[in-house]
Every structure is written in structure tokens, then in C-alpha cells.
């Protein structure tokens, strides 16, 4: 599971979301367990993007209990996802998504070409326990919106966020709310004991912050793993070398 989030009713959910762009095959489906409010085995519901596979790292649910999915990309934009029906526990098919929309992280420009993709990269979702607020998260910084009427693709799509840089993350990967709905707790997703962080709430709006002198540090500490954000950082840079040989290749044979 890449994230959890409660709906409405109080069932707990778990997104199988997740698909990385090195997987050696892309799922047709994606899905979401739901656990009863008042327990028992979690129930499957799968549910199918219309444009092909996405990896993604953040569910939130709408006042409607409707499921919201935002995408992790390698880029500037990410993508909102929304069912296009209630969903259907055990289905083969799996319910359609639409897209619905798009959020555009800060990317503050510098130091490196590393450190704007990974502020590009949505890694979790969080609703504050009032549902009055929802906050999104990249490996660098948070996001928190205010959700008025319970409608959290318009508030993600049609608002500007607050936002507040994470210092001190080796690979943040998990965010959410105190219970008091006035702090936020991130967790890294790293090899071995790894600290839980807690933050006071985004006040700054997303477009006076993440100037290049307020960067978070990204620091991976000895003994750990390689992170995700350093795979895909190598990939990227993996890429760009076959097309460099590809194009020197090419050139070779046009003049012969």
C-alpha cells in the first residue's frame, strides 16, 4: 500500500496505488481495500485510469465519499483522478477513473536538476480530521488547501494552496494530521528505525514560498538504502545517455 486515508463513513482505506516507472510490468488495474468502521477483512475494489498506467502515492476521499487520486510524475504537473461511479468491491474490471484535473508543485528552479524532480513528485495525502482541510506532499514540501463544501478536486484544482518546505527528509514518503487537526506528522521511507517528524501547519501561500535559498536538504544517512528518489533520478539520467548514443550513432551513419 502507498497510502491510507479515512472516508467519510469511517472506513479505513489502503491504496495499492503504486507503480513505478522501472516495474517490469504495468498493472491494467489498480486498487483499494476498504476495512469497515467497525472492522473486519479488508475488501477489494479495483479501479482502471483512462489513459494508461499512472504511478501515484496519494488517496483522499470527497464529502460524497468519492476516492481522489493524485499522481506522481516525473515533471512539474501531476494528475487528479476521481471514480466515475461508486466503486464495486471484487470486481475483475475495475470501476473507471477520470481525470478531473491537475496540481502543479513549486519547483523553485534550483540548485539541481535532482532536486526539481523530487519537488515535482506527489508522495502522500492527508485529511485533517474535521475534513476542513486536505494537505498533499512531495518529497520537499507540503501542500494543505481548505475543503469549505467537501469538494477536494475543487479546492486542489481551482485554489492556492499553503505551503511549507521539509527540512531534514531522507525520503518522505508519509504525511498526516494530529489528532487536534493542528500539527503534521511525516515519516521517511527508509531501511531500518527512522524518526517520526512533526510540523506546525503550512501559512504561507504556495506562491510567495520555495524561493531556491529556502530549499529542504535532502540528505540520505549512512547504512540506508537507495532511495526511490535516487532510482529515478538514475533512471532519468540512464535515459538521457541511451538517447545521447542514439543520436551519436545516427549521426555516424548519416555521414557515411
Known amino acids: 500500500p502507498e497510502d491510507l486515508a479515512v472516508a467519510p463513513d469511517g472506513a479505513i482505506w489502503g491504496a495499492d496505488i503504486g507503480e513505478n516507472i522501472n516495474a517490469p510490468q504495468r498493472r491494467q488495474t489498480i486498487a483499494l481495500w476498504r476495512i469497515p468502521p467497525e472492522g473486519g477483512p479488508p475488501v477489494i475494489h479495483r479501479l482502471t485510469y483512462p489513459d494508461g498506467p499512472h504511478d501515484a502515492e496519494a488517496l483522499l476521499f470527497g464529502a ?13 504537473t501531476s494528475y487528479v ?9 471484487g470486481t475483475a474490471e475495475g470501476v473507471p477513473l ?20 523530487l519537488e515535482s513528485m506527489v508522495t502522500g495525502a492527508a485529511t485533517s480530521p ?4 486536505v494537505a498533499l506532499r512531495t518529497y520537499t514540501a507540503v501542500y494543505e488547501w481548505d475543503v469549505p463544501d467537501g469538494d ?6 481551482t485554489t492556492i494552496p499553503r505551503m511549507l518546505l521539509l527540512n531534514n527528509e531522507p525520503q518522505g514518503e508519509a504525511i498526516a494530521y494530529t489528532v487536534d487537526g493542528q500539527s503534521l506528522l511525516t515519516v521517511s521511507d527508509v531501511a531500518g528505525p527512522t524518526q517520526l517528524l512533526r510540523y506546525p501547519r ?9 524561493q531556491p535559498t529556502a530549499l529542504a536538504t535532502v540528505t540520505t544517512a549512512p547504512g540506508l538504502t ?6 529515478y533520478g538514475l533512471a532519468v539520467a540512464g535515459l538521457a545517455v541511451l538517447v545521447g548514443a542514439a543520436v551519436w550513432w545516427l549521426a555516424r551513419r548519416l555521414v557515411r
Do not use: C, M, N
Not at 460524497?64 to 512539474?76: A, H, N, Q, R
Open 64 to 76: 460524497d465519499g468519492s476516492p481522489v487520486i493524485v499522481t506522481k510524475e516525473l515533471g512539474s
Open 202 to 210: 503550512p501559512t504561507a501561500p504556495a506562491s510567495d514560498a520555495g
Open 81 to 89: 483522478y476521481q471514480a466515475t461511479r461508486p466503486l464495486e468491491p
Open 130 to 133: 474535521d475534513r476542513s482541510r
Open 98 to 117: 477520470r481525470l478531473v484535473g491537475e496540481f502543479h508543485p513549486v519547483i523553485t528552479g534550483g540548485p539541481t536538476d535532482l532536486i526539481q524532480v
Open 152 to 157: 477536494v478536486v475543487k479546492a486542489i484544482t
Open 226 to 231: 537507495t532511495p526511490e528518489w535516487l532510482t
